[in-house]
């Protein structure tokens, strides 16, 4: 199943570095602590440029989901689910990826990070279904 193929920029490349070693973080602002996802040069609350990674537990709730029926990008397969999550320990930051899941998400189900690495060298951050608490 192809998903979603983001491509790593300047401001994008340390991240995608670290999820390449299945590590992941969100930067977090040095002068008023907001994280921010993904990737940037400044904080977009107070515009300052100091910041820091914050390792974050790979863990969080669907918050909404898009159904893309176009191939922004050559060999995607459509149509394929992007998801956006809200962190469990970063709850004011919402981070976006693949969907692995048989069935189509639900608003508030708890979700985990599963790491993909493509043919080409980059690993991929999907988000599938934790089993529900017993
Ligand atoms: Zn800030």
Redesign the pocket.
């Known amino acids: 199943m192809a998903a979603y193929r983001p491509e790593p920029d300047r401001d994008s490349r340390e991240w995608w570095a670290r999820v390449g070693r299945h590590e992941f973080a969100v930067q977090e ?1 040095d ?2 602590g ?1 994280a921010r996802f993904p990737a940037r040069a400044f ?1 977009p ?2 515009r ?1 440029e100091a910041w820091h990674w914050r390792a974050t537990e790979p863990e969080g709730s669907v918050e909404s989901w898009i159904v893309n029926h176009q191939p922004f990008l050559p060999g995607l397969q459509v149509p394929y689910l992007v998801v956006m999550i809200r962190l469990t320990t970063v709850p004011d930051c919402l981070v976006y990826g693949g969907w692995r899941g048989a069935r189509t998400p639900e608003r508030g189900e708890r979700v985990r990070a599963a790491y993909r690495e493509t043919d080409d060298g980059l690993t991929l951050v999907d988000w599938e279904p934790l089993p529900e608490p017993r």
């Open positions: 602002c002068t008023c907001v904080c609350a107070c300052t």
